[in-house]
């Protein structure tokens, strides 16, 4: 089965700080995704990544960054946190890119930045 | 470009007893069709999915979703809910042309009670 494991369940960070999330899977998939999710806005994709070192932003990148030196890891970068960014982030990854593969997601990071 | 909406937001309803959960989509393109479910605390699962051949596809837990076509629907059902049915649903759209882009709707959110 396959695995994406989020780095924290819970974090707190002041306005301003550089925040680091960090996501591995454990299944060998090509791609892995960043979403956010806020009420009533279902999930919104930040960024992607089809390879190491390849990323596409999504819908919403403004104000993050993403980085994926190694095939299973993906982490996502606050460079300077706001509280608008205060928010449940999921990690996914999904087999290949064809349109029919499922995502798999991560247990998500819930971020308050004060 | 494509757009899913979930047509309520919320429902309650009696353990045992049937529920339906509605999903539109709109898409210029041939898509692919999934329900996740998230539990409390939890990141998203898939339920079932949808990519060809028959229209009634039966996924985990005794759910199971119809695809029409003409009516550009993807409606969950399930005949008898239990209380561990409780959590938020997803339906959430992918173009044939590539994996990349999956669209989710806002999410409905599933009470069931005793």
């Known amino acids: 089965d396959v695995k994406v494991t989020q780095s924290s369940r819970y974090l707190v960070k002041r306005t301003g700080e550089k925040v680091f999330l960090e996501c591995v899977q454990d299944?060998?998939?090509?791609?892995m995704f960043w979403y956010r999710q806020d009420p009533g806005l279902g999930l919104r994709l930040i960024y992607f990544s089809y390879d190491v070192k390849m990323k596409e932003k999504g819908d919403i990148p403004e104000g993050y960054s993403v980085s994926r030196e190694k095939k299973e890891r993906f982490s996502l970068i606050l460079e300077s946190a706001s509280t608008n960014q205060t928010s449940m982030y999921l990690c996914?990854?999904?087999?290949?890119?064809?349109?029919?593969?499922?995502?798999?997601f991560g247990n998500g990071t819930r971020l308050t930045v004060t | 470009a494509q757009s899913v909406t979930q047509l309520d937001s919320q429902v309650p309803v009696f353990e045992e007893a049937p529920v339906e959960l509605r999903c539109n989509y709109s898409?210029?393109?041939?898509?692919?069709l999934f329900w996740y479910v998230q539990y409390p605390n939890q990141g998203l699962q898939l339920l079932l999915k949808?990519?060809?051949?028959?229209?009634l596809v039966k996924g985990i837990n005794g759910f199971e979703a119809e695809f029409n076509k003409s009516q550009t629907s993807f409606h969950l059902r399930k005949p008898s809910v239990h209380i561990s049915d409780t959590a938020e649903y997803f339906c959430?759209?992918?173009?044939?042309?590539?994996?990349?882009?999956?669209?989710f709707g806002a999410g409905t959110r599933l009470f069931v009670k005793a």
């Open positions: 299944m060998d998939h090509e791609n």
């Open positions: 959430a759209v992918s173009p044939h042309t590539g994996g990349f882009k999956t669209i």
């Open positions: 949808y990519l060809s051949g028959s229209t």
């Open positions: 898409s210029s393109v041939s898509v692919y």
């Open positions: 996914a990854s999904s087999l290949d890119t064809r349109g029919g593969s499922p995502l798999h």
